[in-house]
């Protein structure tokens, strides 16, 4: 019997794996006036977890940091107005606190982006790191000036 040549095994394309230490966030600021809630929330989201970047490695955080401001003035369906609600527990029985989006704009609007991304990420660990990068404000105003954010539109 003949011994038949086999090719050379292909040498593997190598999968990226970023390091902790290789990790620049960047800062971003967004305008969330007269933009719909889930449009702006799901870029953001993105944007959290750093799947924009090529260096993406899903166990680590490889986000940047999104500023948003005029969260008071965000926008999403008439009807829904009434009808969408925010749930709370305390723990205790007969503890849910069941509030309506208007409710929740009039008291405490930054809740609103912050729990609408909150849900797009997700549901582990990591994303309680990544929800902390996000800074939603009432108003213009925002005490990060001194990173030097970037507008970013994420509604093209």
Do not use: C
């Amino acid at each position: 019997m003949q011994s038949v040549a086999r090719a050379p095994k292909p040498k593997g394309y190598k999968t990226f794996i970023a390091k902790p230490g290789e990790i620049k966030a960047k800062w971003y600021v967004v305008d969330a006036a007269n933009k719909s809630l889930g449009r702006i929330s799901a870029p953001i989201a993105m944007r959290l977890m750093g799947k924009d970047k090529p260096t993406y490695t899903p166990h680590l955080d490889t986000g940047d940091f999104v500023i948003v401001i005029n969260a008071e003035k965000v926008k999403i369906d008439p009807r829904k107005h009434l009808s969408k609600t925010y749930r709370h527990w305390s723990g205790y029985l007969g503890g849910m606190k069941i509030r309506t989006f208007e409710e929740v704009n009039q008291k405490a609007p930054e809740r609103i982006i912050q729990h609408a991304v909150r849900l797009m990420l997700p549901k582990n660990l990591l994303a309680k790191r990544l929800i902390t990068k996000l800074k939603v404000y009432k108003g213009t105003d925002h005490p990060h000036k001194a990173q030097q954010p970037v507008a970013w539109n994420p509604v093209g």
